[in-house]
Every structure is written in C-alpha cells, then in structure tokens.
C-alpha cells in the first residue's frame, strides 16, 4: 500500500473512529447488496457503491499491485480463482481484506508484521 492509499484510509479512519469491521465495508462501498422483488426478481449480488468513489479507485489500484506483490494476498487471490470466481469480484474480495486488515492495524495500533505473527 502506498502513501496516498494509507493516507486515504487513515482519514476514513479518523473521520470514523467508533466503527466495526461491517462499517468500514460499507461505508468503502464494498459491501454486497442483491436485486430483489418479491419471489420473481432474483439479481446477482454486487457491491453497493454507495462509499466514497475515490477510496474504491485506490483501493482497486493497491490491490491489483497487492496481489502480485504480497504472498497472503496472492494466496487468497489465486484461491478465489481456483473456487471458480470472476478475476473482478476475487479482485473486490482483496480489496475488502485489504481495508480489514488495514484497520486491524490502525486500532491495534501495531504493525503489519506483528499481525502476521500472533
């Protein structure tokens, strides 16, 4: 992640102290939503965009270079496609595991290598 990412984050982060892992999601936008209409309307599930654009674009970006880079990231991806999802929606599912960990560390308030290790 880069400097103009973490400090995207960092001020949803301080804009939004008080919140859970369910609220960070959405308030990126990232969290799904379904088309539905009583029992004859059954849309597939997409994420709600209803967070702010530019978090989703940096995020998009980071992680795209996320998960060429990072070995966890990488392995998450790579398990995706095998379960036989879409490129995009392993791609999203990176970018909601991104922003999760990413607030793991802004509350724990310690770094990522101390994460990966407890």
Same mark, same amino acid.
């Given at each position: 992640? !880069?400097?103009? /990412?973490? +400090? &995207?984050?960092?001020?949803?982060?301080?804009?939004?102290?008080?919140? *859970?892992? +369910?609220? #960070?999601?959405?308030?990126? !936008? @990232?969290?799904?939503?379904?088309?539905? =209409?009583?029992? =004859? &309307?059954? !849309?597939? /599930?997409? #994420? /709600?965009?209803?967070?702010?654009?530019? @978090?989703?674009?940096?995020?998009?970006?980071?992680?795209?270079?996320? &998960?060429?880079? *990072?070995?966890?990231?990488?392995?998450?991806?790579?398990?995706?496609?095998?379960?036989?999802?879409?490129?995009? &929606?392993?791609?999203?599912?990176?970018?909601?595991?991104?922003?999760?960990? +990413?607030?793991?560390?802004?509350?724990?308030?310690? !770094?990522?290598? +101390?994460? #990966? @290790? *407890?």
């Amino acid at each position: 992640m !880069g400097t103009l /990412s973490a +400090a &995207v984050l960092l001020e949803l982060f301080r804009r939004y102290p008080e919140t *859970n892992r +369910a609220k #960070i999601v959405a308030l990126a !936008g @990232l969290d799904p939503t379904r088309k539905e =209409s009583g029992t =004859s &309307v059954h !849309g597939r /599930s997409r #994420i /709600s965009k209803a967070g702010s654009d530019l @978090l989703r674009r940096i995020l998009y970006f980071s992680c795209m270079s996320a &998960v060429r880079s *990072n070995d966890r990231l990488q392995t998450f991806y790579d398990h995706l496609l095998e379960e036989h999802k879409p490129k995009k &929606v392993a791609l999203i599912a990176c970018m909601k595991k991104m922003i999760l960990i +990413a607030h793991q560390i802004y509350t724990k308030k310690e !770094g990522y290598r +101390a994460m #990966i @290790l *407890n």
